[in-house]
C-alpha cells in the first residue's frame, strides 16, 4: 500500500505525513513489519517535485537509515515554511505591482490619488485603499496618519518631561602675565 502512495501537489508536510502514518500503523495492526527507515525512504520518494531539492540534500547529508520520522519531518517542515513565507512575499510583491497600474499615472509623491482637470467634477476616489504609508510601508492610511508615527512622537514627548536637565558652565579667563 505504501507502494503507491504519493504526496499531492496541493498537500501539506503535516497532512502528508499524517496520511502516511495511519497507512503504517494500519499495515503494522494487520502483521506488516514496517521500520521507520523504511517509512522514511518511502516519505523521500513519495515527496512532490517542489521538495526535489531538499530531499536530495536530506539524502547526501544525513543517513536516511538511522534518521527518524520526526526529524525528516522536521527538516521538511522548515523548507515548507520557507516556501510559503517566499510565496507570501511574492504575492504582496504581485499586489503591489497591479495596484501601480490603476489610475491613470498621475499618482506621484505620496499616493493621493488621481485627479482630472477639465470640465465636470469627474470620478475621483478618496478611497485610502491603496496608499501606502511611508513609515511603516503598510497600504491604507498616510504617513500622517500612522500609528506607528503617533507611538513614537508620543515617546519622546514623555521622554522628554521626564529628562533630568544638567547644565554646566565654563569660564575660562585669560590674563595677560607681560606688562612690557
Known amino acids: 500500500v505504501l507502494g503507491v502512495l504519493w504526496m499531492k501537489e496541493d498537500e501539506s508536510v503535516n497532512d502528508f505525513f499524517s496520511r502516511t502514518l495511519v497507512i503504517a500503523n494500519k499495515m503494522t495492526a494487520h502483521g506488516e513489519s514496517l521500520s521507520q527507515s523504511q517509512i522514511v525512504e518511502k516519505i523521500l520518494r513519495s515527496m512532490t517535485t517542489k521538495f526535489e531539492y531538499v530531499v536530495c540534500s536530506i539524502e547526501q547529508s544525513s543517513d536516511t537509515t ?51 482637470r477639465g470640465r465636470g467634477r469627474g470620478r475621483t476616489s478618496n478611497s485610502k485603499e491603496y496608499v501606502e504609508c511611508y513609515k511603516c510601508h503598510k497600504l491604507g492610511h498616510y504617513q500622517s496618519e500612522c500609528l506607528n508615527w503617533e507611538e513614537n512622537a508620543n515617546f519622546a514627548a514623555e521622554f522628554n518631561e521626564h529628562e533630568e536637565i544638567l547644565l554646566m558652565t565654563q569660564q575660562h579667563s585669560c590674563t595677560n602675565t607681560s606688562d612690557q
Not at 521538511?76 to 490603476?102: C, F, T, Y
Open 66 to 116: 538511522t534518521m527518524s520520522i520526526d526529524e525528516l519531518q522536521s527538516s521538511l517542515l522548515v523548507h515548507e515554511g520557507r516556501m510559503n513565507h517566499h510565496k507570501v512575499k511574492q504575492e504582496e510583491q504581485a499586489l503591489k505591482i497591479s495596484n501601480l497600474g490603476r489610475g491613470n499615472g498621475n499618482t506621484r509623491g505620496r499616493g493621493r490619488g488621481s485627479f482630472s
